[in-house]
């Protein structure tokens, strides 16, 4: 956990809506794991005054990788950054993806809604690392929501595409496409993030089929560090439901951890 | 060379800066980022007697240079507090204050009592004044009696100082000081959060889902400023400023109006390092204008 007060924003994308911003920031690079998440300052006036978390959506050697869509005051203010402008980020955050050697050449499924695949490259690239055969699952309205699309093709990851409108890949839910996929196969193990719809039907898809999951939550979030309780989530540990703060121990929960928000069910 | 320290009568401190309640969680959250021991004091996250959940989500909304909160106070209680944090703070060189909260006023008293058998506190500071905790944001800190009350309570058997955290949301700031005073306590922090709420136009409902919250951050700061000049002006114990404090400069604002020390809320969420950074720009100020002892500035302000 370190503050870098000036990490150089060394490369930006963008696609319509949706960017990403490659920050040089070594110590955080060596750092971070799949899953945890960093804190930007967006300005150093008062207005927007807290940092947005965003997950690390991958490590390109000395520098670390944010993808978002703007979606917002802070977003946007952030969309506007340049090359060569600095950021005052803190990372690595909280409790990422369980990573674990068992994965070794085992179907894990990745699935990502809109903005929610950030995570998910990362954690792919780890996966693959371990060996786990990879099937990533990235749905969006629009073919306008998959700008990741060609990124994640060119991986060689087994990739699957859905749009609400049909405009790309199958059209529908891509919950639908991965309940369709799971005739054919089961995996070991499955990873999601994105709207929270999205995922509580995966959970439910998940333990029907007694597949563990793990889901990465979003929060507004006032520290990040685990001081201000402020992005809290109930919980189920046991018998026991609590509020627990998302920075800390999460952001990535299991599947029976969580409690799915009313109508999400 | 700069002498920051500042001696409140009961308490001294290495500086004028202490991190605020409910934004440093139990101070531990900083140790990676900042060294404690560099700090004035800190006043750790509000307790209550047992555990409390607190309020549902959204606890958080972001306003125009502010920030609205309504965590409630979500809490481990005294007994894991004293086991589980309050070892860990001994080694810490610095002023620790434990923020004191009460459902009712024996509430208060039992939490005192419980933590006066415990090393490794400085002071307490009654929380009198969350806006969080009941409907409506109601609290002792509301009324010159029921200030009276919780505080004389609490002093009767407090082995420890007392600080009284007062609220903003009063007609008469000085007239609850006053009482506070009366009632035995040996300073002020001024203030708590002002009660505010936000709307999501969209949807209609309220940001938060307690709908009000307490607002802090720099928005405030003008408003506390001048109830802290007003206070420090007519009562006799030391005042604590806090409202806003981003930088040195807002912090010389308090002391100048007369508030011996300050603590540091809102700034340690966006900036884990603030505390250290304002302490630094204190002394920056004191080289500069030629100022040995921070306290001569106490309480200097020009209005002729």
Not at chain 1, 6 to 23: A, F, G, H, M, T
Not at chain 1, 61 to 74: A, D
Not at chain 2, 54 to 65: Q, W
Request: net charge neutral; hydrophobic share 40%.
């Amino acid at each position: 956990m370190i503050k870098d007060p000036q990490s150089c924003i060394v490369r930006k994308e963008s696609w319509n809506d949706y960017y990403l911003l490659s920050l040089e920031s070594p110590k955080i690079a060596l750092e971070g794991q799949p899953g945890q998440f960093i804190m930007v300052r967006i300005t150093e006036h008062s207005h927007p005054l807290l940092r947005r978390p965003f997950s690390i959506h991958s490590i390109d050697g000395r520098n670390v990788e944010i993808f978002f869509l703007n979606s917002g005051l802070g977003t946007s203010l952030l969309s506007q950054k340049k090359t060569n402008d600095t950021l005052d980020i803190l990372g690595p955050l909280g409790k990422g993806f369980n990573l674990n050697d068992h994965f070794k050449e085992k179907d894990v499924v990745l699935i990502g809604g809109g903005r929610g695949i950030a995570p998910l490259y990362f954690l792919a690239q780890r996966l693959s690392f371990l060996g786990a055969s990879i099937r990533i699952f990235y749905g969006g309205k629009t073919l306008a929501d998959l700008p990741l699309k060609d990124k994640l093709k060119k991986t060689g990851f087994k990739t699957f595409f859905s749009t609400d409108d049909g405009s790309f890949g199958f059209k529908g839910l891509i919950t639908d496409f991965f309940k369709a996929e799971l005739e054919i196969f089961t995996p070991i193990h499955i990873f999601s993030c994105g709207p929270e719809p999205m995922m509580a039907k995966i959970a439910k898809i998940a333990q029907k089929k007694k597949i563990p999951a793990e889901f990465s939550l979003e929060s507004v979030m006032g520290c990040g560090i685990g001081a201000c309780w402020s992005c809290v989530r109930k919980t189920r540990r046991g018998n026991k439901e609590e509020w627990v703060k998302i920075c800390e121990e999460g952001p990535v929960f299991s599947a029976d951890e969580i409690i799915w928000k009313e109508g999400d069910k | 060379m700069t002498d920051l320290s500042i001696d409140l009568g009961f308490l001294k401190l290495k500086n004028p800066v202490i991190a605020a309640s409910g934004t440093f969680g139990y101070g531990l959250e900083f140790s990676p980022f900042i060294n404690l021991d560099k700090l004035g004091g800190f006043v750790v996250k509000g307790l209550y007697y047992s555990p409390r959940q607190g309020n549902p989500p959204p606890r958080l909304a972001e306003t125009a240079s502010g920030l609205i909160n309504a965590i409630g106070l979500q809490g481990i209680g005294v007994e894991r507090f004293s086991e589980e944090i309050l070892p860990r703070l001994k080694n810490y060189n610095t002023a620790i204050i434990v923020n004191v909260c009460g459902e009712y006023e024996e509430e208060y008293v039992s939490v005192v009592d419980f933590l006066n058998k415990k090393e490794g506190i400085s002071a307490y500071e009654l929380n009198i004044s969350c806006p969080n905790t009941k409907k409506g944001g109601l609290c002792p800190a509301l009324s010159p009696e029921n200030t009276y009350t919780v505080v004389s309570l609490v002093k009767k058997i407090s082995l420890r100082p007392v600080i009284t955290k007062l609220s903003p949301n009063v007609t008469d700031i000085v007239e609850i000081a006053l009482s506070a005073q009366e009632a035995g306590s040996d300073a002020i922090s001024l203030a708590n959060t002002f009660l505010a709420m936000a709307v999501d136009v969209e949807t209609r409902r309220p940001k938060l889902a307690n709908i009000f919250g307490g607002l802090s951050g720099p928005a405030i700061k003008p408003i506390i400023l001048r109830m802290v000049y007003q206070v420090a002006s007519c009562v006799k114990i030391p005042v604590i400023g806090l409202g806003g404090i981003m930088s040195g400069s807002d912090a010389l604002e308090y002391l100048i109006a007369g508030a011996k020390a300050v603590e540091v809320g809102t700034a340690n969420l966006i900036d884990p390092e603030a505390t250290i950074r304002i302490i630094d720009e204190l002394e920056e100020y004191c080289v500069k204008n030629g100022i040995k002892k921070i306290e001569e500035i106490v309480g200097t302000l020009i209005t002729q």
